[in-house]
């Protein structure tokens, strides 16, 4: 039976075949599940950028082959790109950078297409997925922590609002999903008192300061707020090389990232260095060929304090539809050690 794209299918799909297994995704997404995450998807995105518009804040398209490092460079996809190489990118920052720093547009966003070599075969961890990203010029990291709970509220009450159908058919509990800002802020340093005399299922999660979130201690914190939340000033260790330091404390920057109960890490925000020989010295101490990066250098010579973040389509539709598994909500989900398929 073949049903118009305005129809609904009010009895189960005909298949004779296991259609959960990853082979075949292309059938599931005619399952009720799927459509609704479809759905929810659609009005949460789309009310985010719109109040970016609201905001003053214009779309921009940036490119995905690049010849940076935005993040780790052990995580990146590598290819012949003619003559030369070049990798998938991980971040828009630089470009939306370029933008703020030189031409009339001081608010600009971007959602593209992110690449990620991670070696995490998890519930959380897609190789591509997208990825909402915005530069703000004149700003600071309250500034750009306040407007990314904003118009993350913004594209949660939205699906509250419109979503109520498919919110049921996902089973998602909607109080819970009735969080208020703004959000709860504590510090990297809390989390490493936090962790202390911690455990879960018997494992003590305690982290050494300079180390990562490790996923059992940010599950552990999502329980304890049962709402999204922002860990700010991370190690300069752990943050990627544009990043600029606290100046009351040069080991720690002035960063954060916001997590989500179901979906761990959800944004990360940061205020970028304007100082270029800071900048070079970064570039120099993270081994990266500066060459490629010299254009990024270039524009601190044009430069006006700045900050931004990049939030995770997927992980933030976790959050939203209840779901553990990334897969599940990633229309056609590229994992690690596993082919794309289809």
Request: charged residues 30%; negative net charge; contains cysteine.
């Amino acid at each position: 039976m073949w049903l118009s794209m305005n129809e609904k299918s009010t009895v189960a799909y005909p298949y004779k075949i296991d259609t959960s297994l990853p082979e075949h995704r292309h059938l599931q997404l005619g399952e009720p599940e799927q459509e609704a995450i479809r759905i929810i998807a659609d009005t949460a995105i789309n009310a985010m950028r719109n109040y970016l518009r609201s905001e003053g804040f214009r779309e921009v398209w940036s490119p995905t082959i690049t010849l940076m490092a935005g993040e780790d460079t052990a995580t990146l996809f590598t290819f012949h790109y003619y003559e030369d190489l070049a990798h998938l990118s991980q971040t828009a920052q630089p470009y939306l950078e370029a933008l703020v720093s030189v031409s009339s547009f001081k608010k600009v966003f971007s959602l593209t297409p992110t690449y990620r070599r991670e070696r995490l075969q998890d519930k959380r961890h897609l190789a591509e997925f997208y990825s909402l990203e915005v530069e703000k010029g004149h700003s600071d990291l309250e500034d750009i922590m306040s407007l990314n709970e904003r118009m993350f509220s913004v594209g949660v009450q939205r699906v509250i609002e419109e979503n109520r159908k498919e919110l049921d058919i996902l089973g998602r509990d909607v109080e819970k999903l009735n969080f208020k800002i703004p959000l709860k802020r504590i510090s990297y340093d809390e989390v490493v008192e936090f962790s202390k005399n911690r455990s879960k299922e018997g494992k003590k999660i305690k982290i050494e300061w300079g180390e990562s979130l490790a996923y059992e201690l940010v599950e552990t914190l999502c329980k304890e707020y049962e709402a999204p939340f922002f860990v700010t000033h991370l190690p300069e260790k752990i943050r990627p090389f544009y990043t600029q330091p606290d100046p009351k404390r040069k080991d720690i920057t002035l960063s954060y990232d916001m997590f989500a109960p179901y979906a761990g890490e959800v944004a990360t925000g940061t205020e970028k260095i304007t100082d270029m020989k800071l900048l070079s010295e970064r570039i120099e101490k993270h081994h990266l060929p500066f060459n490629f990066y010299r254009w990024y250098v270039d524009l601190r010579n044009y430069d006006i304090p700045h900050a931004g973040f990049g939030m995770g389509i997927e992980r933030a539709l976790q959050y939203v539809t209840g779901l553990e598994d990334i897969t599940k909500v990633s229309l056609f989900p590229r994992v690690p050690f596993t082919r794309p398929y289809p």
